[in-house]
C-alpha cells in the first residue's frame, strides 16, 4: 500500500527543480514534515493509517466518477451551472476530492466532500470537520498552519499525512506541487480503470480565485510567484496524467495545455449519460 502512495523516487527530479528554482529551503520542508509526523505519532493506538488508507482506497474504488475541485477562477461558476441541471444527482455516484479551500465553496452548497487535501491556507476548522478524509500537507512554508491546527489533527481520525520532501513511515510523498496536482498523484495508483475523473475549477491562468485563501471576496489578479507556481503545476500535471489509463476532462476551464482535455457543461452530460 505504502508503494502505491510514495512517488519520491520518481518526483525527487522535480523537488530539485522546484527547490532551486524558488530558492526553496529543504531544511524547512523536514522542519515542517517532522512536526507533523510528530502531531500523527501522537494520535494514539486509535489512529491507524494502514486502515484508513485501506478504508479510503475501497471508499474511491465504489464510485464510477471522480470529481476533483480546485480553487480557480471558473470554480463556483462551473458548479453553479452543475447543480443547476441538477447534476447534484451524480454526487451520490461520485467521489468529491477537494483541493484545500474549493472545500469551502462546496460547503456552502452542501455538496459532501470525501476528501479534502490541504497545506492549511485555504480552509478553517468548519471545512476539516466536513469531509470524511483530510490530507493535510507539510511543507516549509506552513509550520505555523500545521501549528493551528494541531488539536484538529489530533482529534480527527481519518487523517492522512503528506510530505514535500523524502517520506518517512507513517509520512507518504505521492509527488506534486499544489493542492490541486497532487490529487492526481495521491491517487494514480489507488482507483480503477474504468473510472472517470472530473476536474473542475482547475484553472491555470491570470486570475486566482477567490476561494483560494479565507475571507477572499473576490477573484483576484495573479502574482508572478502564483502564476510561477501555477506553471509548475500544468507541468506536473502534464506528466502524470499520460500514466492513467482513465480519461481525466477540464470541465468549463480555459485552456492552458494542449497536453489536457477540455470539455463543456454539455460534453459532461453526455459523457455520464445525465
Known sequence: MKDNLNN??????????????????????????????????????????ERILE??????????????????????????????????????????????????????????????????????KDEFYYSDYVVVHAHGDNLAKLEYFKDDILTFKNVIGTTQCKPSKILFNPGGFTDGDRILYFIRNLILPTQKIFLIGM??????GKYSKPNMKNNYEISLLKAKKLQY??????????????PIYFINSKKSSDKFQYISISDFKNIIKF
Not at 527530479?13 to 532551486?20: F, H
Not at 531544511?27 to 500523527?40: E, F, G, P, Q, V
Not at 503545476?233 to 482513465?246: G, H, P, R, Y
Request: glycine share 4%; net charge negative.
Open 203 to 208: 484553472d491555470f491562468g491570470n486570475k486566482i
Open 8 to 49: 519520491y523516487k520518481n518526483f525527487k527530479k522535480w523537488y530539485k527543480i522546484i527547490l532551486a528554482d524558488f530558492n526553496f529551503n529543504p531544511k524547512m520542508d523536514k522542519n515542517a514534515s517532522d512536526y507533523l509526523l510528530n502531531i500523527l505519532r501522537q494520535k494514539g493506538a486509535d489512529w491507524q493509517y
Open 233 to 246: 503545476a500544468v507541468k506536473l500535471i502534464e506528466d502524470i496524467i499520460i500514466t492513467f489509463i482513465n
Open 55 to 124: 478504508l479510503f482506497i475501497n471508499n474511491i474504488k465504489e464510485k464510477d466518477f471522480i470529481f476533483i475541485y480546485g480553487c480557480g477562477p471558473s470554480l463556483e461558476e462551473t458548479v453553479d451551472k452543475l447543480l443547476e441541471e441538477e447534476i447534484e444527482k451524480n454526487f451520490k455516484n461520485s467521489f468529491n476530492l477537494a483541493a484545500d479551500g474549493a472545500s469551502v465553496l462546496l460547503k456552502e452548497k452542501k455538496i459532501p466532500i470525501n476528501c479534502i487535501f490541504t497545506d492549511l491556507d485555504g480552509i478553517t
